[in-house]
């Protein structure tokens, strides 16, 4: 059998694909020995399960609502009482000056971001060429093959901040940073993954004014911020005006199987994300929106992503961290900062092996984790750091997480 250029290109390995492949194969063979660390997969917290069944249960015993939900088709740009509560909401919230013209669901953030980067980089009419530029790498491994075209994205590396004995964090690095013709569009995650460094509202703002300099969208991956999930553990701002593009997510709030990506634009790329919706999903599932819509609505999303998410992953990261700290000390590592999202980001330097190979190493002792070389998207130039570097996921089990740990500063004594 003979692909496209297309087919041989979606079909090719790829991170976000190995990361998937690990994550179905763990699930399938329910081992418990398994330390599932390397997938984004949320915890299952029960306080929010229970929220979650007692919705659907009051949405089984409405008339008719179940069979809407199941049978019906939504709009191209999704379930419009969602959209409608959710706008209404980052207005109150936020002052935001959002409308329902402003938002457009799609089946899941990753999907989003396709067709984002796709409309706003690549080759255009007039013969020019752009690319989604990312202001600070590592990024998000699942942007790396999203292009249609290749070559269509360019990243920076960053600055590095050393904190203490035995932390860092990632800046934008802004020395010789110009945003030219060749830019279609900037993005960043905040909180990153994989880093969970969290951009200052300093830097958000440097980023927005350049961008709106050069007339080019800023993307925000927001799926781990504020308003929801809120798994963040530092003070910053939501950020949103005309040249920005917001990307929420019901994934990280506990709702990952129901594929719900929320994109906040101006009317135009909303109509576009329609068009796209249209043609490639004829509409977005509305189970999700419908699941989440009282919580919307009433606003008790904020207050359960406050009160209930936020304490529940920040207690989870201080204990992965102190595990971490005890079972590589003396070891040469530090780790990044973790201000938010689900995930401590080591950097072993001058680790002797690349991250890959240590990968497999970990693999075959059934710890699974991300190899950090596949977050550079973008990234020419050659940097040893890129493959110095896993991301460990903290949000499953405590007991299977400890026991991954363990394992990997079993893994790093014996190369040191």
């Not at 002052?95 to 409309?119: H, K, M, Y």
């Not at 709030?253 to 796209?276: D, H, K, Q, S």
Request: charge should be negative; include cysteine.
């Amino acid at each position: 059998m003979e692909f496209s250029a297309f087919g041989e290109k979606f079909t090719a390995p790829s991170g976000i694909a190995e990361l998937m492949d690990d994550l179905g194969a763990a699930l399938a063979a329910a081992d418990p020995s398994l330390c599932m660390l390397g997938g984004g997969n949320p915890a299952h917290i029960p306080t929010l399960q229970a929220l979650f069944r007692h919705r659907m249960e009051e949405i089984l015993r409405i008339p008719q609502q179940f069979e809407r939900m199941v049978g019906n088709y939504d709009a191209a740009t999704g379930n419009a009482a969602f959209i409608s509560a959710l706008a209404e909401l980052l207005a109150q919230e936020f002052g935001w000056p959002v409308g329902e013209e402003n938002i457009a669901l799609t089946t899941g953030s990753q999907n989003a971001f396709f067709c984002l980067f796709n409309l706003f980089a690549g080759a255009f009419a007039d013969g020019s060429f752009k690319k989604i530029l990312f202001p600070l790498a590592p990024e998000y491994i699942g942007y790396a093959d999203s292009g249609l075209a290749p070559g269509m994205f360019t990243a920076r590396r960053p600055e590095i901040e050393t904190i203490g004995s035995d932390l860092f964090k990632y800046h934008v690095d802004f020395s010789g940073l110009e945003l030219s013709h060749r830019i279609g569009a900037v993005c960043v995650s905040r909180p990153t993954n994989p880093t969970g460094n969290v951009l200052t509202d300093q830097e958000m703002a440097r980023l927005d004014e350049m961008a709106r300099a050069c007339g080019v969208p800023l993307i925000i991956d927001n799926a781990y911020g504020t308003p929801f999930p809120n798994v963040i553990f530092t003070r910053a701002r939501p950020f949103w005006n005309d040249n920005t593009v917001v990307c929420l997510s019901l994934s990280k709030f506990g709702l990952p199987g129901c594929r719900t990506g929320i994109v906040i634009a101006r009317p135009e790329i909303i109509r576009a994300l329609a068009n796209l919706n249209g043609i490639l999903n004829l509409a977005p599932s509305g189970f999700g929106a419908t699941l989440a819509l009282e919580l919307v609505r009433s606003g008790e999303i904020i207050r359960v992503s406050r009160e209930i998410i936020e304490p529940y992953y920040r207690a989870r990261m201080e204990q992965a961290l102190g595990w971490l700290r005890e079972e590589l000390a003396g070891l040469p590592y530090r780790v990044h900062k973790p201000e938010g999202a689900l995930f401590l980001w080591l950097w072993v330097k001058e680790l002797p092996i690349s991250s890959r190979e240590l990968y497999v190493r970990l693999k075959r002792r059934n710890v699974l984790v991300i190899a950090g070389e596949y977050f550079f998207p973008g990234l020419a130039e050659e940097w040893p750091h890129r493959h110095e570097c896993i991301r460990i996921t903290y949000s499953q089990e405590p007991e299977a997480v400890q026991r991954g740990i363990r394992i990997i500063g079993e893994e790093l004594r014996r190369l040191f």
